[in-house]
């Protein structure tokens, strides 16, 4: 890790779980059930020693970390990757005390541990979008309203492959403004907080048109 973080990076987002984390099904594991005070006692002091840790190794050195989480939370919501299902309530309240706990570590890490030439956020990353834009329960609609993040990532598979064309990358941009509209301002970049975590177009599936379809995302 130490190896890659000293290249010439500016920017870098990690994609970060909580040790007991374990699976996609983390918060249908504790389900009925809710977080108890040690777990999240637990969170808050993960993710405050990894802030310290990178206020302190990386001070001066210009570069901006995000610390993400988890991958895809409406995968972990429901505890698996059927978009068919929907989260409990009491995910979806896992969800948020989640968040919130480790938005409270990071930023009380940042003001105990000034962040001097370093900066540090962090990103709270959902994926179905197309779906929360049907009023369902998602992670957009049922748990960012409710959390106070630094930024909020979008991973964008769903959009970008109901339609990988121009037409879909205007799809995207509205996509962005409909979770803008779900995810409270932040102190640090008021209501210019979200952004694309994930975004691509497998050859595979496209082959040589798939840098065409990317160069029209790109514009948006």
Wanted: one cysteine or more; a negative charge; glycine letters at 6%.
């Amino acid at each position: 890790y130490q190896e890659v973080l000293a290249l010439p990076f500016k920017t870098v987002i990690m994609t970060t779980e909580a040790s007991q984390y374990g699976n996609a099904a983390f918060f249908l594991r504790i389900t009925p059930n809710l977080f108890t005070q040690a777990e999240l006692d637990q969170i808050y002091k993960e993710y405050f020693d990894l802030t310290t840790l990178l206020s302190v190794a990386y001070k001066d050195s210009g570069k901006t970390f995000i610390i993400q989480t988890p991958n895809e939370m409406d995968w972990s919501m429901i505890g698996s990757t059927d978009a068919t299902k929907s989260p409990n309530a009491n995910a979806v309240k896992n969800a948020i005390n989640y968040w919130n706990q480790i938005q409270n570590a990071i930023t009380d890490a940042r003001r105990i541990v000034p962040t001097v030439g370093v900066s540090i956020y962090h990103g709270c990353e959902v994926n179905l979008g197309i779906k929360a834009m049907t009023g369902t329960t998602t992670a957009i609609n049922s748990v960012l309203p409710s959390t106070y993040c630094d930024l909020y990532g979008y991973s964008a598979w769903d959009t970008v492959f109901a339609n990988p064309s121009e037409a879909g990358a205007a799809q995207l941009t509205g996509m962005l403004d409909y979770i803008a509209s779900k995810a409270p301002d932040s102190a640090a970049f008021g209501n210019k907080n979200v952004y694309v975590s994930e975004l691509g177009v497998p050859e595979a599936v496209y082959g040589s048109g798939s840098g065409a379809i990317l160069a029209a995302y790109a514009k948006k």
